[in-house]
């Protein structure tokens, strides 16, 4: 392993502006903008600086599909009293050449013409639905300018077969962790029902259990345990130990590099995945878990009998290989989200709430296989998260990495990120949302599909939540899954089938 190396060979793709203080500050070519602010900016996190390393240059994407028409003029002056009030969204990020260009926010003037974008688009089109994928993959082809923040809204005012118009936020993972930045945008959101009330997410329930009626030194001994076996796994993973090769595997390219992605989603509805958690006694997660184990099975065991001489009845016949070794990374903020009140009124009234990226990292397996009980996909999911749930994992991985930054810097630091996400198949995520319907400045939400690029592995599987909705939202590396969509049916299909048992168990 050539670590200095790999790490001599990667140039940020884009340099962050340069500034000076002589009078006034200069922006890259020397001129003096005058919508930047005369005050020193607040230095960037460490973590935040990592996103903008070559090899883990991350945006994250919101697509919101809309009942109505949007109209652009009200979206624009109700961003001006919403979202420009964050500092992040109104602020540069630029090189202080006083601190060993160490970088820094400075808040400067915004001009919404620069951020909203509305591209010409002709009616007429055969496939609306085709235009909108394409055009959201050609986002992941580019970056934001530095000389604006990093944050565009891309209106595509065309009727698709599930909205009548598409949003499309595109921010830098620099501006803050996924859970908040999501939180920031539903927070300028209102429900439809009562146009001053902020959205209502589901209370989340603590799943630890009470040490002492478990039995306290057991339960600490179980959590150190699981605990040193978990860092001890990360550890070997940002070493030497890798996923096994399947056709999901990015062949662990070495280095950075601007990947595009394709972005697919599919809506199934959430009172399906509730049946399941109420017959089998566990928990949504578990289940859209259990769901994306059982899709993944599927589809790789189609994949392997495709390489086959018989191309027989693959979905019945088991081409699996024995044992895979096939795991999701799953970055986790380990600093409490804002709630959706704390950004409101951060917004409407200047006051403090907590931001930035405190980030660890959970090495979840995925026991890849075909089961002949539907409902053994979510009881082995069940079993692996229930294990995670009693380990510190997260926070001592987000501590090394931190230790890390400190004492050889930005570029280490990110070249470890990106070896463990190198060295692993894919990302998941699962974010729960509205209870109720809501509008995006009075415009009613169909539906809301968020996922990142810019990393690694050549699939992440998003699962998001909306009223009695359940959407799933894949971004894929096409030269890695050249058919996305048949993914995503091998999701939809393997939600039906576990329910279809569960209902002929008679578990409900």
Same mark, same amino acid.
């Given at each position: 392993?050539?670590?200095?190396?790999?790490?001599?060979?990667?140039?940020?793709?884009?340099?962050?502006?340069?500034?000076?203080?002589?009078?006034?500050?200069?922006?890259?070519?020397?001129?003096?903008?005058?919508?930047?602010?005369?005050?020193?900016?607040?230095?960037?996190?460490?973590?935040?600086?990592?996103?903008?390393?070559?090899?883990?240059?991350?945006?994250?994407?919101?697509?919101?599909?809309?009942?109505?028409?949007?109209?652009?003029?009200?979206?624009?002056?109700?961003?001006?009293?919403?979202?420009?009030?964050?500092?992040?969204?109104?602020?540069?990020?630029?090189?202080?050449?006083?601190?060993?260009?160490?970088?820094?926010?400075?808040?400067?003037?915004?001009?919404? #013409?620069?951020?909203?974008?509305?591209?010409?688009?002709?009616?007429?089109?055969?496939?609306? #639905?085709?235009?909108?994928?394409?055009?959201?993959?050609?986002?992941?082809?580019?970056?934001?300018?530095?000389?604006?923040?990093?944050?565009?809204?891309?209106?595509?005012?065309?009727?698709?077969?599930?909205?009548?118009?598409?949003?499309?936020?595109?921010?830098?993972?620099?501006?803050?962790?996924?859970?908040?930045?999501?939180?920031?945008?539903?927070?300028?959101?209102?429900?439809?029902?009562?146009?001053?009330?902020?959205?209502?997410?589901?209370?989340?329930?603590?799943?630890?259990?009470?040490?002492?009626?478990?039995?306290?030194?057991?339960?600490?001994?179980?959590?150190?345990?699981?605990?040193?076996?978990?860092?001890?796994?990360?550890?070997?993973?940002?070493?030497?130990?890798?996923?096994?090769?399947?056709?999901?595997?990015?062949?662990?390219?070495?280095?950075?590099?601007?990947?595009?992605?394709?972005?697919?989603?599919?809506?199934?509805?959430?009172?399906?995945?509730?049946?399941?958690?109420?017959?089998?006694?566990?928990?949504?997660?578990?289940?859209?878990?259990?769901?994306?184990?059982?899709?993944?099975?599927?589809?790789?065991?189609?994949?392997?009998?495709?390489?086959?001489?018989?191309?027989?009845?693959?979905?019945?016949?088991?081409?699996?290989?024995?044992?895979?070794?096939?795991?999701?990374?799953?970055?986790?903020?380990?600093?409490?989200?804002?709630?959706?009140?704390?950004?409101?009124?951060?917004?409407?009234?200047?006051?403090?709430?907590?931001?930035?990226?405190?980030?660890?990292?959970?090495?979840?397996?995925?026991?890849?296989?075909?089961?002949?009980?539907?409902?053994?996909?979510?009881?082995?999911?069940?079993?692996?998260?229930?294990?995670?749930?009693?380990?510190?994992?997260?926070?001592?991985?987000?501590?090394?990495?931190?230790?890390?930054?400190?004492?050889?810097?930005?570029?280490?630091?990110?070249?470890?990120?990106?070896?463990?996400?190198?060295?692993?198949?894919?990302?998941?995520?699962?974010?729960?949302?509205?209870?109720?319907?809501?509008?995006?400045?009075?415009?009613?939400?169909?539906?809301?599909?968020?996922?990142?690029?810019?990393?690694?592995?050549?699939?992440?599987?998003?699962?998001?939540?909306?009223?009695?909705?359940?959407?799933?939202?894949?971004?894929?590396?096409?030269?890695?899954?050249?058919?996305?969509?048949?993914?995503?049916?091998?999701?939809?299909?393997?939600?039906?089938?576990?329910?279809?048992?569960?209902?002929?168990?008679?578990?409900?």
């Amino acid at each position: 392993m050539d670590l200095v190396g790999d790490l001599d060979s990667r140039q940020q793709a884009l340099k962050p502006i340069q500034t000076k203080r002589s009078g006034a500050r200069e922006v890259g070519d020397g001129k003096k903008p005058e919508d930047i602010k005369e005050e020193e900016g607040e230095a960037l996190s460490p973590v935040g600086r990592i996103f903008h390393e070559t090899c883990f240059n991350v945006y994250v994407i919101a697509i919101a599909g809309c009942k109505t028409r949007i109209n652009v003029d009200v979206v624009k002056a109700n961003l001006e009293h919403s979202l420009l009030k964050h500092p992040r969204f109104s602020s540069l990020q630029v090189k202080d050449v006083k601190k060993d260009g160490g970088m820094k926010w400075v808040p400067t003037k915004v001009d919404l #013409d620069k951020h909203i974008i509305i591209p010409s688009l002709h009616h007429t089109i055969s496939s609306p #639905d085709k235009m909108v994928e394409d055009y959201i993959s050609n986002l992941s082809k580019t970056y934001i300018d530095y000389s604006k923040p990093l944050w565009e809204l891309h209106i595509l005012n065309i009727k698709t077969s599930d909205a009548e118009s598409v949003a499309v936020f595109r921010i830098h993972h620099s501006l803050g962790d996924g859970m908040s930045l999501m939180s920031l945008v539903l927070a300028c959101s209102r429900q439809i029902s009562n146009p001053k009330a902020l959205p209502t997410l589901p209370a989340k329930k603590t799943s630890n259990p009470d040490p002492v009626n478990s039995g306290r030194i057991w339960w600490t001994i179980r959590l150190v345990w699981n605990t040193i076996i978990d860092v001890l796994m990360f550890l070997a993973t940002t070493l030497f130990l890798k996923d096994t090769m399947t056709p999901l595997s990015n062949g662990w390219k070495k280095g950075g590099g601007h990947v595009p992605r394709r972005f697919v989603y599919r809506t199934v509805s959430l009172d399906d995945i509730k049946l399941i958690k109420n017959g089998m006694k566990t928990t949504i997660n578990d289940v859209v878990m259990g769901v994306s184990l059982a899709g993944l099975s599927r589809y790789l065991n189609r994949r392997y009998g495709e390489t086959k001489e018989d191309k027989g009845a693959t979905q019945k016949k088991n081409n699996l290989p024995k044992n895979i070794r096939l795991r999701a990374t799953l970055m986790m903020n380990i600093r409490p989200s804002p709630g959706l009140h704390a950004l409101a009124e951060m917004m409407e009234k200047g006051s403090k709430a907590k931001w930035g990226n405190w980030i660890g990292s959970m090495l979840l397996p995925f026991a890849i296989a075909l089961y002949d009980d539907p409902l053994d996909y979510v009881r082995q999911t069940k079993a692996t998260i229930d294990r995670k749930k009693h380990s510190h994992e997260a926070i001592f991985t987000c501590f090394i990495i931190k230790t890390v930054l400190k004492l050889f810097g930005v570029k280490v630091a990110a070249f470890l990120y990106h070896r463990v996400m190198n060295h692993t198949t894919m990302c998941f995520s699962n974010v729960v949302g509205p209870m109720e319907e809501i509008g995006f400045y009075g415009h009613p939400m169909a539906f809301l599909a968020p996922s990142v690029y810019g990393q690694p592995q050549g699939l992440m599987i998003h699962f998001q939540s909306y009223i009695n909705k359940m959407t799933f939202v894949l971004s894929v590396d096409e030269e890695i899954i050249p058919d996305p969509n048949r993914l995503c049916d091998d999701l939809e299909e393997s939600l039906k089938f576990i329910k279809d048992a569960v209902i002929a168990r008679g578990l409900v």
